[in-house]
């Protein structure tokens, strides 16, 4: 039978062996929820020179700062973060980010930690099945035995290799691995660690790098057939849908000039945002303009090029269904369809930004380009009338998103919650302002969370980060407001209180006078000045564009956390959209 300290002292070890090689593998942050179960990985996190710990004590909103860690850290080779949590429901709280991880690629490593095998099934406290509890949200998984003399070290290093490799290599994602431990889970102080030097490879523990090096996969890129298809085409359009890096956004511009092909830049893109800095062929009013039926109807394409993964919007989603072009290139990296309406003609699975930089060296522009020309034109005319109409009308929630866009400061990073906040950004961001790295869990779209990704995101961003997001939202992710003070960026939050679900007010349930509200527009009376005082963070609710204006650019540029409430009616905010949506008719007939 193995002694009670030699348990502890394995424990010790396995938890120093799977950080030093994560560390190794490039994780150095860990996202931790504290439990008794976790205690040989927290230890083994809090001891290590280079590990970095965010502790935060809700195991839900940990998970999502991962989520946001890894989505900011995209430009520098995705560094997934570590999240650390103990045994039971604590691993469950986990599962709202690795669905949005998974469905979005996103890289995280979970280091759930577990009951030994012979507490399973056995109606043992806080015991649960955790092995295969993400599904097939998970890349990879693996259920870690309790440490044990019999198994080498070796196969501890591989395993985390691995994993680290899985977690990046496309279509990147979460892995997990369910680490058991037996009690006693610490050592006592006054016992000797059992060391690296005796019980590893020396090759290993003489040298900073893993045990076994990956190399990643090479996707080779042939463009020959796809340039041809293309330039066969009268009236092409380039669909830049949510793209990981600014390297990727970059090598879509350099491709659209040459082919001489406008694009329709969703928010993900990291083209929308700081679109005039960008070479002309952006167009960042797109929705807008498709909101004129004559206009679409006279846009029709014969071909789309679909670099990425999907987009924010509805309205583009069901012109290109209508239109049909005889040729829709999808060019991503991940194995995913991203085809909602089943018209790829051609799916091209690549790293985006070598496809576009190998098609931009074969493809020619039209001299005469009528067809650029127009959608430019409409574009120019769509955000002057947009600039004008929201002046002229009282703060609202798209005026909110014009000016944060317009007066983000430069590295500040932009987090947009889902339902309203991210459509309105896609619809009515500024072009003006900076080329901002932007982000938002449209995976899976859901609104949980938002608070901790921002958190996250602003971390692995290692800059100040503004957060717009819903009453809802943030309702929903309130006690992750405490993880703003223990990131080093600062976050200002701006919430658009309307008080209730105010993306109902678009949806064909709010022909149902008698349901709509009691049902789905959720009423309450909450503000969020308390909220604020709760936790530290200072407030401010401005009540004209020109308050919030400064108040937003005062906030942003400090070196601390902040809460902005602007209170909005859904029912003027409905009337708004509608009537905004007619002045850029009108402007581009």
């Known amino acids: 039978m193995q002694r009670s300290h030699d348990t502890a002292s394995l424990n010790e070890f396995w938890a120093r062996l799977i950080v030093e090689e994560l560390v190794r593998c490039g994780t150095e942050t860990f996202f931790v929820a504290p439990g008794s179960r976790s205690t040989p990985l927290v230890l083994a996190v809090a001891r290590h020179p280079e590990a970095q710990a965010v502790v935060h004590y809700d195991e839900r ?22 999240w650390i949590t103990t045994s039971g429901t604590a691993v469950a709280n986990g599962l709202p980010a690795v669905v949005e991880a998974g469905t979005d690629a996103v890289p995280m490593l979970l280091l ?7 507490r399973r099934d056995t109606a043992s406290n806080q015991t649960i099945d955790q092995p295969d509890i993400f599904g097939d949200y998970a890349r990879w998984q693996f259920d870690l035995p309790a440490p044990t003399p019999a198994i080498d070290a070796r196969a501890v290093l591989t395993t985390v290799d691995q994993a680290a490799y899985r977690a990046r290599r496309p279509p990147a994602g979460p892995v997990h691995l369910n680490c058991m431990f037996r009690k006693p889970l610490q050592p006592d102080p006054s016992e000797a660690r059992l060391s690296f030097e005796q019980h590893t490879p ?4 003489e040298s900073n790098a893993p045990l076994t090096r990956y190399e990643p996969p090479q996707l080779a890129v042939d463009v020959g057939d796809v340039a041809g298809e293309l330039q066969e085409a009268e009236r092409g359009l380039i669909v830049a849908g949510r793209l990981a890096s600014r390297r990727q956004a970059d090598a879509v511009s350099t ?10 830049a969703d928010v993900g893109s990291h083209l929308r945002l700081g679109s005039a800095r960008h070479r002309p062929p952006i167009i960042g009013c797109y929705d807008q303009l498709l909101a004129s039926e004559a206009f679409a109807e006279r846009h029709r394409p014969d071909a789309v090029l679909h670099v ?3 987009f924010v ?6 012109f290109l269904a209508k239109s049909r072009p005889p040729t829709y290139v999808l060019a991503t990296d991940t194995p995913f369809r991203v085809d909602p309406e089943h018209q790829v ?14 098609l931009a060296g074969v493809v020619l522009a039209p001299e005469n380009n009528d067809w650029l020309e127009s959608w430019q034109s409409a574009d120019r005319r769509a955000d002057e009338r947009i600039d004008t109409f929201l002046e002229d009308n009282a703060l609202s929630e798209p005026r909110v998103l014009r000016l944060v866009t317009r007066h983000l400061p430069e590295e500040h990073g932009l987090v947009l919650a889902s339902s309203m906040p991210v459509r309105d950004a896609d619809r009515y961001a500024a072009t003006g302002g900076p ?4 982000s938002s869990n449209r995976g899976a779209s859901g609104i949980d969370g938002t608070v901790a990704t921002a958190a996250g995101f602003a971390r692995g961003l290692r800059q100040p980060a503004t957060l717009v997001i819903g009453d809802l939202a943030l309702l929903h992710d309130l006690n992750s407001l405490m993880l703003l003070r223990r990131v080093e960026s600062p976050v200002t939050v701006v919430v658009l209180n309307n008080r209730g679900g105010g993306i109902f007010s678009f949806l064909p349930i709010a022909e149902h006078e008698d349901v709509l509200e009691p049902f789905f527009g959720t009423p309450h009376d909450a503000g969020f000045e308390h909220a604020a005082a709760q936790f530290d963070l200072t407030y401010h609710r401005p009540d004209s564009s020109s308050a919030f204006r400064e108040t937003y650019r005062t906030e942003a540029r400090s070196d601390a956390p902040a809460l902005i409430e602007v209170r909005t009616e859904r029912d003027e905010n409905r009337a708004l959209h509608g009537a905004l949506e007619t002045a850029v008719r009108d402007a581009i007939r």
Not at 112 to 118: G, I, L, S, V
Not at 202 to 205: D, G, K, L, S
Request: hydrophobic share 40%.
């Open 255 to 264: 491709l659209a000039e040459a082919l001489g092909w406008p694009v329709l």
């Open 202 to 205: 020396a090759r290993w523990h």
């Open 61 to 82: 909103g940990s998970a999502f700062a991962a989520l946001g860690y890894a989505r900011a850290t995209a430009d520098d080779g995705s560094r997934p973060a570590a």
């Open 435 to 438: 080329a901002a790295l932007s």
């Open 308 to 310: 990425g993964g999907r």
């Open 313 to 318: 919007s509805k309205r583009l989603r069901l």
């Open 345 to 358: 003609t051609r799916r091209v699975e690549t790293d985006p930004a070598a496809f576009c930089d190998a």
């Open 112 to 118: 759930t930690t577990d009951r030994p095998p012979e």
